[in-house]
Each structure stands twice: as C-alpha cells, then as structure tokens.
Nanobody
Framework: QVQLVESGGGLVQAGGSLRLSCATS????????MGWFRQAPGKEREFVAN??????????YYDESVKGRFTISRDNAKNTVYLQMKSLEPEDTAVYYCAATRGQARRASGEYDYWGQGTLVTVSS
C-alpha cells in the first residue's frame, strides 16, 4: 500500500509563493508517475501537473493555467515530490492533492491509483 502525505499549504497573498511537498511511502518511488491536482470550493478536481517515473525519460507536464508559474520536481532519495508555486493568484485557492500511479498517466484523475488527503492553499487578494 502506498501512502501519500501532503504538506506546505497555507495562506498567502496574491503574487506570493508556496512550496508543497508530498512524502510517499512504499518501494519503487522513482518509477511512479506523480501528479498534483486541486479542487476549489464548488468545483471539480482538476489536473495541475505531473512528473513521470525515471524509467520513462519523460518530462513534467503542466496544465496551461499554471504553466510558467508552477514547477513540479521530485527527490527520489527522499521519496518526495514537490510543487513550487509562484505568482499565486486568488484563482489558485484550492485543496491540493498529490497522486501516484505505477504506470504512465496524464491528466485524468482516474489514471492515478493512490491519493493523499490534501493540503489547503488560500490566496488572498
């Protein structure tokens, strides 16, 4: 069983930055595709970014709404994936979820097998 624990959420002013972390248990972390999703109040969960497992040779992939502002990265030695968020906007306010799958995945939440409990990010105007 893979467990994911997010941290780093909080309250920030518009234009500010936050870094989210997702610590992952289980073996073979380096092979997992890791993703970040978010869910704003009253809205459906949406894809933010993902980073493939090392075996694929693939590159990080971002939703257009965050491209150039958010950066996803991973530290396989620490079994952790990060989401660095800059130039935050009130529209980025949401609960952010970390997700993982052993296979390849893109932006559909159904492609991911494991989920964290979420961390709240609030951006004030």
């Amino acid at each position: 069983q893979v467990q994911l624990v997010e941290s780093g959420g909080g309250l920030v002013q518009a234009g500010g930055s936050l870094r989210l972390s997702c610590a992952t248990s289980g073996r073979f972390f380096s092979s997992y595709t890791m993703g970040w999703f978010r869910q704003a109040p009253g809205k459906e969960r949406e894809f933010v970014a993902n980073i493939p497992g090392n075996w694929t040779g693939g590159r990080p992939y971002y939703d257009e709404s965050v491209k150039g502002r958010f950066t996803i990265s991973r530290d396989n030695a620490k079994n952790t994936v990060y989401l660095q968020m800059k130039s935050l906007e009130p529209e980025d306010t949401a609960v952010y979820y970390c997700a993982a799958t052993r296979g390849q995945a893109r932006r559909a939440s159904g492609e991911y097998d494991y989920w964290g409990q979420g961390t709240l990010v609030t951006v004030s105007s």
